[in-house]
């Protein structure tokens, strides 16, 4: 239904008139706002001490059969704190801004930061001394060849366990450390039915089994570990409510004395049976969240088209007098703190690179209905309104533009992005159809998503990434290739230049492509560009997909399971497969631009005016331009992308395809094709890692982000970068594209 722009007044008048809050729209808000910012991130290794205790006891079981009880204790030996000022029930850890860890996953590089993790550089942890005793004397030991990078590592030689992380081309660092990622469950489902819905499929499809068929071995144990871990959600949500009762005997205000009571109440309804109010639906959504990302070791549990799935219930409340447009929007903002609480803890290494502690939700706004009409409401803009008083940095907010948005949405964006917190992003709709109708099928190929699925349930989630609610699982930010690198080492025949702080500068890191002399002509050197980046995006793929088998294996995850359409009947875990669409793991590029700039800059100084040999541009990048000034001046003097300028721009066009095609030709091991993508966030830490490139960048600079222009290449303005953008396909690229521009003041236009 189209929302018309009169509706806005019915939010209330002061709501969006007033000055707005720093800190939150009232002060209850605001003191749940001051606890989250006066706690400093800390570890907690509650998942840690439970699963080493139901691995120990559970020696010799099958790995599905382990996993699964070990879920189920985590969520028995959840925290039954319950906080002043809050609405909303239940913590995903003991203290406020706490990091569950998944141990299993993360022991090998826990036990090299450990000793420094409270003063590290990047992004220290709090950990009392009793817990870091505890995991370095005990817990760390038992999982110590047992994390799913040890166990790659045993499928590849050491120069080749070093090389593809941290420093070289092709880097799947990440993809070793996460499971459970970049998901976005069937919340329409989970709200309307609770869990109870999937705890009476799961008895009914165990009772069905058929004894004598083989198949019903290994299914049987997936209905009986299903059954264990919803039985302990059911068990949580009525510690919770005790929790909440028990509170409200000791409170004297009768007002917060009241609330305790409804929370009691509430508890008692959700997350385990269906959703009776707006209040109900969003506790639900709080929950799911949190129960994920205890389960998973990944960031990114997505709420996805939540002003869709969740405005019969606001609607619903708003017309029987019981909810108002403010009292939404308290819960609103709650929720964005809460998401706030749970810290990523990564490694050193993998803080150098990505930075923070952001776990990537999402939030997204407007869109198309399944009939193709604006599908903005009043919970649109409250979830934009929010995101302006609470001031939070999670969860990305998002907004999916088409052609119909109503201008006062476009509006509250609009001021939104204006407080400078880096909210909303802007998705359109049409690009994003196009991705999902192609997602993970080949470079010739389908999904298996319908047209209605996508307009419904169709949204952006983690970073950049397109996906449908319920419908896909896998992981979407696997494999990175250093694009920017892999030009350098086309013109330097495979040797890292020196001057950065890459471990394996001066030495040959990929294969001889071909000796500077060899290339006597700009389709050489060009050719020995794509079969840099191609030995790179082959080497990761190769290691992907050991990762994968690993994963499929030994590293099962039920709640995702459950909240998967259709994996409670084919009794496969969502990480063998079981999804309507198995997405990743993704092979994504950084450093586009940069790329792209340092073949136009060879094309043109090398080869078109002949001002420079390919040797004398290999002896400056070994160098890192010392001695070179001249050379390096006219490097950077090349047409750059970003400036509408069709010399670029072509090579720009085309590599982009062939990187696309490159990727979406490889078979992932769940049956899948690989996703390409754009890596959006690691632009910094990549760079400190390249050596000079031949656009004239130095040393250990940044490299491009996302696929916007090298910094401070874009020379013509926005106009200009903007045409050059659009010269690009971006619905070849599934797994999602971002572009950030930077608009000087003298280039807005008034008015």
């Given at each position: 239904m189209s929302f018309p722009a009169n509706r806005v007044a019915l939010m209330g008048q002061e709501l969006r008139a007033g000055p707005v809050a720093k800190i939150g729209s009232t002060k209850r808000i605001q003191e749940l706002n001051g606890m989250l910012h006066s706690s400093r991130p800390n570890v907690d290794i509650t998942r840690s001490r439970v699963y080493t205790q139901i691995y120990r006891e559970t020696e010799g079981m099958p790995p599905m059969m382990r996993r699964y009880k070990a879920s189920a204790a985590v969520y028995r030996a959840l925290s039954e704190v319950v906080y002043d000022h809050e609405q909303l029930v239940g913590w995903p850890t003991k203290r406020i801004r706490g990091a569950n860890?998944?141990?299993?996953?993360?022991?090998?590089?826990?036990?090299?930061?450990?000793?420094?993790?409270?003063?590290?550089?990047?992004?220290?942890?709090?950990?009392?001394?009793?817990?870091?005793?505890?995991?370095?004397?005990?817990?760390?030991?038992?999982?110590?060849?047992?994390?799913?990078?040890?166990?790659?590592?045993?499928?590849?030689?050491?120069?080749?366990?070093?090389?593809?992380?941290?420093?070289?081309?092709?880097?799947?660092?990440?993809?070793?450390?996460?499971?459970?990622?970049?998901?976005?469950p069937r919340w329409t489902d989970v709200i309307a039915h609770g869990f109870v819905k999937y705890y009476e499929e799961a008895k009914q499809l165990l009772v069905a089994l058929d004894p004598n068929?083989?198949?019903?071995?290994?299914?049987?144990?997936?209905?009986?570990?299903?059954?264990?871990?919803?039985?302990?959600?059911?068990?949580?949500?009525?510690?919770?409510?005790?929790?909440?009762?028990?509170?409200?005997?000791?409170?004297?205000?009768?007002?917060?004395?009241?609330?305790l009571e409804d929370m009691a109440a509430m508890m008692k309804r959700v997350p385990w049976g269906p959703a009776t109010s707006f209040y109900d639906a969003m506790e639900t959504a709080w929950a799911v969240c949190f129960f994920l990302f205890v389960e998973g070791a990944g960031p990114s549990i997505t709420w996805g088209r939540i002003d869709q799935y969740l405005y019969p219930y606001y609607k619903a409340d708003i017309e029987k007098g019981i909810l108002t447009p403010e009292s939404a929007l308290e819960l609103i903002e709650e929720l964005y703190i809460r998401v706030n609480t749970n810290v990523w803890f990564q490694s050193s290494q993998m803080a150098y690179i990505f930075g923070g502690n952001y776990r990537y939700p999402h939030v997204d706004v407007g869109g198309l209905d399944e009939n193709g009409q604006d599908?903005?409401?009043?919970?649109?803009?409250?979830?934009?309104?929010?995101?302006?008083?609470?001031?939070?940095?999670?969860?990305?907010?998002?907004?999916?533009?088409?052609?119909?948005?109503?201008?006062?949405?476009?509006?509250?964006?609009?001021?939104?992005?204006?407080?400078?917190?880096?909210?909303?992003?802007?998705?359109?709709?049409?690009?994003?159809?196009?991705?999902?109708?192609?997602?993970a099928a080949g470079p010739d190929g389908y999904s298996n998503y319908t047209r209605r699925e996508i307009l419904k349930y169709g949204s952006p989630l983690g970073c950049i990434e397109p996906g449908v609610e319920g419908q896909q699982y896998g992981h979407t930010d696997s494999g990175i290739i250093n694009v920017a690198s892999a030009t350098t080492l086309a013109v330097t025949n495979g040797v890292m230049p020196d001057e950065s702080d890459n471990i394996f500068s001066g030495k040959l890191i990929t294969f001889e492509s071909g000796a500077p002399s060899s290339l006597t002509s700009f389709e050489a050197f060009y050719e020995a560009v794509k079969a840099q980046i191609q030995y790179a995006v082959k080497e990761c793929h190769a290691n992907l997909i050991i990762c994968e088998k690993l994963l499929a294996e030994q590293f099962?995850?039920?709640?995702?399971?459950?909240?998967?359409?259709?994996?409670?009947?084919?009794?496969?875990?969502?990480?063998?497969?079981?999804?309507?669409?198995?997405?990743?793991?993704?092979?994504?590029?950084?450093?586009?631009?940069?790329?792209?700039?340092?073949?136009?800059?060879?094309k043109k100084v090398v080869f078109d005016d002949q001002e420079a040999t390919l040797q004398e541009v290999c002896d400056a990048c070994m160098n890192n331009f010392k001695g070179y000034d001249v050379l390096r001046a006219k490097l950077i003097a090349a047409p750059k992308f970003g400036n509408d300028d069709d010399y670029a721009d072509r090579i720009a066009v085309d590599l982009w395809k062939w990187f696309a095609d490159c990727v979406s030709s490889l078979k992932m091991y769940r049956g899948n094709y690989c996703d390409p993508a754009i890596q959006m966030v690691a632009n910094v830490g990549y760079g400190s890692l390249t050596g000079a490139t031949p656009n004239g960048r130095l040393a250990g600079m940044p490299i491009s982000d996302t696929m916007s222009a090298s910094p401070m290449a874009d020379r013509n303005g926005p106009g200009a970068a903007a045409r050059s953008y659009r010269k690009l396909d971006y619905g070849i690229y599934s797994n999602g594209t971002m572009l950030n521009m930077w608009i000087k003041d003298s280039e807005l236009v008034e008015g």
């Open positions: 860890f998944a141990i299993e996953m993360h022991a090998h590089w826990i036990a090299e930061d450990l000793p420094e993790v409270r003063s590290r550089e990047y992004d220290p942890f709090d950990i009392s001394d009793e817990d870091f005793e505890e995991l370095q004397e005990d817990l760390l030991p038992y999982w110590k060849n047992k994390t799913l990078a040890v166990q790659w590592g045993y499928h590849v030689d050491a120069f080749e366990w070093s090389r593809a992380q941290f420093g070289g081309v092709s880097d799947i660092s990440n993809y070793l450390c996460t499971n459970g990622s970049h998901f976005i068929d083989p198949a019903s071995i290994d299914k049987r144990i997936f209905y009986q570990g299903i059954i264990e871990v919803l039985e302990a959600i059911h068990d949580w949500g009525e510690r919770m409510s005790a929790a909440c009762s028990r509170k409200a005997a000791k409170e004297t205000d009768p007002v917060r004395k009241q609330e599908a903005a409401n009043e919970l649109s803009y409250l979830f934009l309104r929010a995101m302006r008083y609470v001031r939070t940095t999670a969860p990305n907010i998002s907004v999916l533009l088409h052609q119909k948005n109503p201008e006062s949405l476009l509006r509250e964006a609009c001021e939104l992005a204006a407080e400078g917190m880096g909210h909303p992003s802007f998705f359109n709709v049409e690009t994003l159809f196009t991705m999902l109708t192609h997602r099962m995850l039920p709640t995702f399971t459950i909240l998967l359409e259709g994996a409670l009947q084919k009794a496969v875990d969502a990480v063998a497969g079981s999804a309507k669409v198995n997405i990743g793991p993704t092979i994504q590029m950084v450093g586009f631009a940069t790329m792209v700039d340092s073949v136009a800059a060879v």
